[in-house]
């Protein structure tokens, strides 16, 4: 297999068709990301996937935050600091067999995760997320 499939713990074998990455805190102007601050973020990525591309099924891998740790003593005015994995990554993966519909060609997935690299690789965390996955409840089928 290449670095662009992979093969789900259900058997399934799935590629990657497409990806696009961007850093996470590219739009942060000064001051710390926060918890608040994060989970607008990652909502906003699922909001912004499902106006652009409404057809496609997306999936969000919940990232690891860390804590930003404060000099003794400071606090910081605007809530927890805490960081994301620094790159986002927007992959769309397909499986050239339908998920549920038997009728239909194949199946798309587009999944969402944070890294602290950019790909290529994917990080071998996020690739045992994606074995995981279970692909017949949340692909979509799709027919050429």
């Not at 093969?7 to 805190?25: C, F, H, I, M, P």
């Not at 930003?68 to 927890?80: K, Q, S, V, W």
């Not at 927007?90 to 050239?96: D, I, K, L, Y």
Request: glycine share 4%; net charge negative; hydrophobic share 40%.
């Amino acid at each position: 297999m290449s670095n662009r499939e992979i093969r789900l713990n259900s058997g399934r074998d799935v590629r990657l068709w497409e990806l696009r990455q961007k850093a996470t805190y590219e739009g942060l102007l000064e001051g710390l990301p926060t918890t608040r601050l994060n989970n607008i973020y990652l909502d906003r990525l699922i909001a912004e996937h499902q106006k652009t591309d409404p057809a496609k099924s997306c999936y969000l891998l919940a990232p690891q935050e860390l804590p930003i740790e404060l000099p003794p003593g400071e606090t910081y005015p605007f809530g927890a600091p805490a960081k994301l994995p620094s790159v986002t990554c927007t992959g769309r993966f397909r499986s050239m067999k339908s998920a549920r519909d038997v009728s239909l060609d194949y199946s798309e997935l587009v999944v969402i995760w944070l890294q602290d690299e950019f790909a290529m690789p994917i990080a071998s965390d996020v690739v045992e997320q994606i074995k995981a996955l279970d692909w017949e409840k949340l692909a979509g089928d799709f027919e050429y």
